[in-house]
């Protein structure tokens, strides 16, 4: 008999990779479709990432590394997060993985059982809740408006927790809203976790660098969280790396021991050649990083303007990564051809298959009001798009 453990079967697939391959297979037919449904940068990897890495095949970079990564990978995150961040690490605190999405699951498999309850504030990355499921855990969804800009508030995460709540996941910039907490707003989360020993933060900071209200503020920083806090970052957004497949956690070192163990059992250390390279982007010149910021920061202000003169569209503008997320239920109830929008999931589908632009129903991201477009790509991409968009809404009626 042909069965899938209940483990795989209770978890949902990515709808985000899902809406990209239907966005492939349009693309295959040879219909002309804008993708806005990936969270990946369009930029080319910095050419001096890209020499480190020849120099590291041919310096024979070709066999299994230490499990946590290279002892000079390490140090350059150590050094990266004392210089960047003012946070004092160990390199026995810093375990390197596939990605920033394996150090994610990494924390929830080593620290999750069955029965604990982990708090995600929504609108949330898809994969968060899935990675809980995973472990036996129970999602805590926390919601968190358009009207408040997508950002829970101490007195929502107080309510949330309970006898059984093990973790909590913030993720800032975020994805799917591009919602920045500030320092302020993370010392009043602070707060209510100081009455809560036992909680741990998940702190994925991917986006950090791509940032347009200020600089980087981690809850780590907060007064008593460090030492309770574990941070997720890597290369894939700051440095177009996403194919490298680097990230890293850097938290308590009993923490770190643990995924470190449970990292050596399933896939050891992360690609040989990508761990040099992300060496030479965390090392290396940082001005690659403010370039693409600033180009982020050009696209969003102008994915903004032109989403503004859709009607039926209710904007908030991103103050950080490169998404945006506008609530869209005023489309609800409304209809072209065989096309009815019931949720936001078939108002994806409809501008898919009627304006051509591939983008993420917010249903994937527990608010199903809104819906998520990547900036990720060109200013003329951007423009098409949103005129697109803007037709094909103009075509639904009630």
Known sequence: MNALSNRINRLQPSATLAMSQKSSELKAQGIDVINLSVGEPDFNTPESIKQAAHKAIDDNYSHYSPVP???????????????????????SQILCSNGAKQSVCNVILALVNAGDEVIIPAPYWVSYPQMVILAGGTPVYVEATIEQNFKITPEQLEAAITPQTKALILCSPS??????????????????????????????????HINYVGHHASIAQMEGMKDRTV?????????AMT?????????????????NKLQGQ?????????????????????????????AFLH???????????????????????????????????????D????TSTDFAMFLLEVGHVAAVGGDAFGSPECIRFSYA??????????????EATALLKA
């Open 299 to 337: 696209r969003k202000r102008l994915i903004v303007e032109l989403a503004k003169e859709i009607p039926g569209f209710e904007v908030r503008e991103p103050e950080g990564a490169f998404y945006l997320f506008p609530k869209i239920s005023s489309f609800f109830g409304k209809k072209y051809e």
């Open 377 to 390: 790509t060109s200013e003329d991409n951007i423009r098409k798009a949103m005129e697109r968009i803007k």
């Open 266 to 294: 399933y896939t050891s250390g992360p690609c040989s050649v990508s761990q040099i390279a992300a060496t030479e982007a965390f090392a290396g010149d940082q001005q690659c990083v403010e370039d693409m910021r600033q």
């Open 69 to 91: 990564g290279y002892p000079q990978l390490t140090e350059a995150i150590v050094q990266k997060l004392k210089t960047e961040n003012k946070l004092i690490y160990a390199p």
């Open 175 to 208: 994805n799917p809203t591009g919602s920045v907490y500030s320092a302020e707003e993370l010392s009043g989360l602070a707060a209510v976790l100081r009455r809560h020993e036992d909680v741990i933060v998940l702190s994925d900071e991917i986006y950090e």
């Open 231 to 239: 941070i997720i970052n890597g290369v894939s957004k700051a440095y």
């Open 339 to 342: 096309h009815v929008i019931r």
């Open 243 to 259: 194919g490298w497949r680097i990230g890293f956690i850097a938290g308590p070192e009993w923490i770190v021991k643990g995924c």
